[in-house]
């Protein structure tokens, strides 16, 4: 197992158990207890955990895992959701994107389309965004033109949140939404496990003609802190061929169009 593939597991063994003992975590996954006790030296360095003796303990980052680890789960079904999602914008379409891994991923795969480029001074397409990550990856794009909402950042997500943003959003109509979630289930709705977010992003969704909610596998079926929106307000779903089947038909008996890739 790589360092960083570690560093997610043991946040989110964290994240489950709120306390883990070196010796048997070092068992779980098959490596000395010296290079356990060095991850975890490394992540409260950090702040994401309290170290105890023989252990660590979580404190409140445990349970929302910062950007940077997020990026080591599921990579193979990210991105092909990401590929599949952007193939659905059309040159001069205003696109949204929240923040999150998957919705980062969008965003490289449209600054990838050569066929999105403008015409003469007009944007091959605009994207806004909430996400500093995101924007910071397209603004050097020339056939993209970058519109950021302002708002307070949250280093976990990179998002920025509150009344700032809103004024911004307000103003502003969106072709067609990638929605980023931590959790999706079909009778519940799509969750963020932050309630700021999951207000901006409550808006965002209110904002666009259509919402394509991305996620893997892993997301579908479950509930987060805060809701984001109701079911039947996202169009459609990409995930990845590995998701639930059930889950899979219980979204399309919601109405939401599924795509498994």
Known sequence: MARHERLSTLLDLLGQREKIDVEDVAEELNVSAA????????????????????????????????????TARHVPEKQRISVAAASLVAQGMVVGLNGGTTTAGVARSLATRSDLAGRGDSPGLTVVTNALNIAHELAVRPHVKIVVTGGVARPQS?????????????????????????????????????????????????????????ADGSKLGRRAFARICATPQVHALVTDSNADPKALRAFEAAGVEVQAV
């Open 35 to 70: 290079t356990i006790r060095r991850d975890l030296d490394h992540l409260a360095e950090q702040q994401l955990l309290t170290r105890t003796r023989g252990g660590a303990v979580a404190n409140d980052l445990a349970y929302d895992l910062p950007l940077r680890y997020k």
């Open 158 to 214: 990179f998002e920025l949140s509150g009344p700032l943003a809103t004024r911004v959003l307000s103003e502003l109509t969106i072709d067609l939404l990638f929605l980023g979630v931590d959790a999706f289930d079909a009778e519940a709705g799509a969750f963020a496990h932050h309630e700021g977010e999951a207000s901006i992003n409550r808006l965002m969704v209110e904002r666009a003609e259509r919402v394509v909610a991305v």
